[in-house]
């Protein structure tokens, strides 16, 4: 087992361990290359799909994974009840966390959008880099000229 396939683990097994929700379905394992075949197959759906000029394809892989590949920059996001760990299996981004979202629109009980974030901090991201987003911290992708990013998202609840 590599360093990035140790912490991977960590990242995405500890979480889901220390939650107290009872899940009745089975575990289920990918590699990181399992995952970038996916995300692959998801970018060539994405060509023909009708949400193809968002940006954004993902898929729920269960209840708390997302694969989700971009190509243009996310809105700016905060989730109330739950925090997000991003494992970055291709490309690159710059995370903007913290700050104030602008124009905030509440989507959906606890789940905060808006167009951009000001004043928050920025971090660039790139392959097998991992992200710890608390809940309630503000966060926006921000996606290079003609780049991509494939992330796996693990979205683990406050309770």
Known sequence: MTKFHAVLASAVVLPLLC?????????????????VQLADQMHEQMKTSPHAGTGLFEKRLDSSTILAFRDQDGSAEE?????????????????????????????????????AIQQGSRRDLKEEDIVHIPAGVPHQLLIPPGGTFTYFVVKVPLK
């Open 79 to 115: 989730h109330e009840q739950s925090g997000d760990i991003f494992v970055v299996l291709r490309g690159s981004a710059t995370l903007v966390t913290g700050g104030t979202i602008t124009g905030p629109v509440t989507t959906a009980p606890g789940e905060i959008r808006g167009a």
């Open 19 to 35: 939650s107290t929700a009872v899940s009745q379905t089975p575990a289920v394992a990918y590699s990181r290359q399992e995952l």
